[in-house]
């Protein structure tokens, strides 16, 4: 016992205690002494569990941080706004800058956050899950961090695969069942917070696009139709499968390069010429009935929609230059500048055999290009020191003429922009009824340059997704008279009644669609801010004022019309207002109209998109039914937005699942209705046949037709997969077909030079259909493909004769309309 007691009271060394290792879970899994995967933001235990917001992290959770990431940009309290890091790579199959990236979920794109702590890097896309680690596709939190000491780095900080993102709540949810959930096949709800609401507040991200790197990099904002080839992942390979198992397309790989540059590459674009004179300008000029079968297709189709003349007074003008054209010095430089472009805009419009017949001299397929080159030099040579009426005119009027061919489409905004800027200083934005300085003729000129200019610039800015110069703040010019040209004059000194828009006169277009011009500035610059911040019902609010627009356009009847010209300028009046408020609303629809599957609140939207591209392709089509004029001016890049959107709607749904992919009774209907799909393809494919007679007359095109062929072949093709095959062989042939017609047209001009109609010169359709079909896709096709030798292209390894004709990273769209 004393023993025991002096034992007892005997001091003994503190044993070291063994330091327990902390278990890496969630506080939830750790509370619950569960295995946890340490998945960010929220791991899939508590997904399971319907408790992810409760899914938090403790601070001493990232201890082993490397010291290549700040500290602050994994900052796991729940209430803030934070970015982290993403590791995740697009498959290797994705071309860089292409907007393509696999589906967002809706926990990573409608509720990703959106606030960059100081010092950290944004993630660059979603995040999204695949049920496994293998490959590295799929890291959980602390592989994210701690295994990969380059994260964030080499990822491209220009596109953004996810559309929308919004913060999420601070405030905890109460934890309770979602007994009121319904499945809705392959669409994840289990990871969501709450449903949304119109009124709450939304933080939109509008996709854009950025090639090149470093300070030289070009940028396309939403409005541009390459931004949804993300919701076309599957293109790629798709368009790859076609390659490899067509080795026709290599034997005329160096042809369809020509076709896809354009076939006036060097002649005339890249041909000097001196700089212009008044005896040059005068000598392009061709003989008189050739000019006034031009100018009547001009003031048809295009002056009718973009007011800048008084005609009676440009014809008048016209007749007395041809009388004195023997003594060029007599004449003004500016007015056959103005001449050679008005011609040139109406050149496509025209039947080449019909101004051949008028004219004794040979006309050349590049004539009214070299018209449009020339009269850009001598603008661009021309020292004008004050905007007058006259250069406004000069402005607009080569703005158009490059459009109408295809020309310096990046640098129209620009363009467009320095022109309104121009007549800001000029003082059009003013009314001028406020100075008596000024005539009641020119008055109501300056009204119609105005407003032609405004809407040229928001145009260009709808195509490229960029925000227009001017806003209805800025200005305050009321629309121009709707009257005829006749009832106002030079020496006019009392302004004429203006009419009711009922009635039909010269102005009636400009007047018409004034009537939506404020909403559309306002839609344009909302859809193409940097960031986005809106309810979802001001989007609906917008869409029924938009709708409104659309009911109000004037009711011109046929009978009104008295004779066949007249007709056709109401046919494209109609058409032209009802489709550029119709690309307003694909405009304020995309956007969520992508995000409906993942979010039940947008299937409105969705359903929106669907009727305005529906609209805008069903009024192309009528009018390519009526004449190719009325065709050719109706074309823009609504209408490429429309044909993507009808394709990515048919590819998003699932056809083969007997519950609709959408979240809404108001898409059901659309999912199940018999022959839906065939409708739409019909609508899809008669656009593509007017875009197909289009690229044949611009610069380029080559290179959205082919990818616009491969992108209705894929939705075909995923419709129906007994037929794929077939679909594909439809693509090579649609291909072929076009380049074949193309250097066909082109057969007898010099411009093709030595090289001719290369492989086209023999029938390369009827060779690809007399072939027994698509062959298998094997590795040995790639000795098929090796080009010859000498030609100066890239190197086998690299040598891709079918994607590379259109080119992924600069898929910005065309500029069409008039």
Known sequence: MA?????????????????????????????????????????????????????????????????TVPTATFTLDRGTTVSTPRTDQTPAQTPPHSGLGPASTRSEALLSTTAVVPGSTPFEGPHHHHGGRHHGRERGFLETVLGAPRAAVNQEPYVNTGVLQRPKRAIPEPEMPFESQVDHGDVDFEGSDDPLSPSQQLDLSPRIMMGGRETKTRFGGSGIYANLVAQFPDIRSFAEEIRLSNPILSRVRPDLERV?????KIMPLNTPFPDPTMASLVALLPQRPVVDELISLYLTYIESTHRIFHVPSFLKEVDDFFTRIDNPKNASATFVVQLLLVLSCAWNLAE????????????????????????????ENTSIKRFGIGVFRLYILLVTALNCHGMKRSKAWITTGSLVQNAMLSGYHRDPNKYTRISVFNKEMRRRIWMTIVELNLQVSFDRGMPPSVQSSDYDTIPPLNIDDEEIHENSTEAPEDRPL?????????????RSLDLRLKTCYLMHSPRISCRYEEIQRLD???????????????????????????SLWKAMIETKIAHALLSIHTPFAIEARRESLFAPSARSRLDAAVMILSTQRRLHETSLPLSLCMLGEWTLLAYISICQHLHTMDHHNSNPSYPSSSLFMMHTLPGLPDSLLALVESALVSLEDRFLLVIKGAKDCFFLSTIVALVKAKLWTVQAIVYKQQVVERVLSFAQKLFTRHATCEHLGASGMGSFKNNQVAAFVATSGMSAVLPSDLDCILPPPNLGVTPPEEFDPFLDVFNWEDLTGIALGN
């Open 3 to 67: 023993d025991a007691q002096v034992f007892g009271n005997t001091p003994q060394p503190e044993r070291p205690r063994k330091r327990r290792r902390r278990t890496v879970a969630c506080t939830q899994c750790r509370s619950r002494k569960m295995r946890c995967d340490r998945e960010y933001p929220a791991c899939s235990r508590c997904l399971k569990n319907k408790t992810p917001t409760k899914c938090t992290y403790e601070d001493g959770f990232l201890w082993q941080q490397p010291a």
């Open 544 to 570: 029924w004022e938009l709708s409104l627009q659309l009911s109000r356009i004037p009711i011109w009847g046929p009978s009104e019309a008295s004779d066949l010209v007249t007709q056709h300028k109401i």
């Open 260 to 264: 896809k540059r354009g076939v006036w």
């Open 502 to 514: 009922s009635n039909i006169t010269d102005c009636s277009f400009q007047t018409a669609l004034a």
């Open 352 to 379: 080449a055999g019909s101004l051949q017949e008028k004219s004794t001299v040979p006309l050349k397929c590049y004539t009214a290009v070299e018209w449009v080159l020339h009269a850009d030099k001598w603008i």
